[in-house]
């Protein structure tokens, strides 16, 4: 680990903020690329924010908090990461968006980089073969918040390298994470569990078994789960919760995967939960 002292971080969302606070926490230097400065400033804001609060209840120092900060760099210009060591890329979950991004970053990113994707289950070696560095491509797959969640799944597609895998590993255990490894299948090992429950539950809601509430409740009463699964679809997005049900069903054919008519129709009206206010719940 000795070699990664800058990691980058590509996307202004949620999950790229998580990603920047994270890694700085471990003391690492970090450049998060948005499209816009605009949205590049906010991911500072944002940071700053959350550790502001976390200051008043006393779980932070201020001077900690200042820490943070200042190994933290936001910008709107991909080549900022040309002297990164570590490239993550948390974008929008579309294959082709990927490869054009991991194209570019092969280009501008030194040579003895990582370049890494967080991608929840679009197949990493995809994105590895429109590189000139094939073996240095894995998959470091956070979960959301990455501040709070402790897992992250290590992607091994059939080009990385042992010292990528390791690199890799080594990264999410020093931001404090468990790290686990996974082959490069749809879904990893968290969603290709997790979706067909999701989905199960939508189902279980159209055909009149029980309502929202009761599902939600019946699963966190009776399976100590800490939410319901429609509270959890609205969190994830219903359009990243649909990407990933049509990834799982691609690959594989299982019918358990063959996302909700109703869940369709969401996205399609723009009702993506929390991020929109509206999905199964208004919020």
């Given amino acids: 680990m000795g070699n990664i ?18 890694a700085s926490r471990a003391g690492f230097d970090v450049v998060v690329r948005s499209r816009t400065q605009a949205g590049a400033d906010a991911v500072l804001h944002g940071i700053d924010a959350g550790l502001t609060k ?3 209840r006393e779980r932070l120092t201020d001077d900690e908090r200042h820490a943070i900060l200042s190994r ?9 990461l040309h002297d990164c060591e570590l490239v993550i890329e948390s974008v929008v979950e579309d294959m082709e968006v990927k490869r054009d991004l991991f194209q570019k970053l092969d280009r501008i990113v030194k040579p003895e980089a990582i370049i890494a994707t967080n991608t929840s289950t679009l197949a990493v070696v995809e994105l590895a073969m429109v590189t000139e560095r094939p073996d240095q491509v894995c998959g470091i797959h956070f979960f ?7 897992l992250v799944e290590i992607i091994r597609p059939l080009t990385a390298s042992d010292e990528t895998i390791e690199t890799a590993v080594e990264f999410a255990t020093t931001c404090g994470k468990d790290a686990v490894q996974v082959q490069d299948r749809a879904g990893f090992i968290v969603n290709a569990l997790l979706f067909p429950y999701l989905n199960n539950a939508i189902r279980m809601w159209e055909q009149g ?3 929202m509430d009761d599902i939600d409740t019946a ?3 009776g399976c100590n789960f800490p939410m319901g699964p429609f509270a959890l679809l609205d969190l ?12 799982l069903y691609d690959e ?14 969401m996205v399609a009206a723009g009702q993506l939960g929390r991020k929109t206010k509206q999905g199964f719940r208004t919020y």
Avoid: C, W, Y
Wanted: hydrophobic letters at 50%; charged letters at 15%.
């Fill in 209 to 211: 078994t029980a309502s």
């Fill in 236 to 247: 994830v997005g219903l359009d990243t919760s649909l990407a990933i049900l049509d990834a």
């Fill in 5 to 22: 002292r800058t990691v980058g971080v590509i996307g202004s969302g949620i999950m790229g903020s998580g990603l920047a606070e994270v």
């Fill in 252 to 265: 594989f054919r299982d019918p358990n995967f063959a996302a909700a008519p109703v869940l369709r129709r």
């Fill in 219 to 221: 699963m966190m009463g």
């Fill in 72 to 80: 933290i760099t936001v910008t709107d210009d991909l080549h900022k």
């Fill in 54 to 56: 976390q200051v008043a």
């Fill in 144 to 150: 959301n918040p990455a501040p709070m969640m402790k």
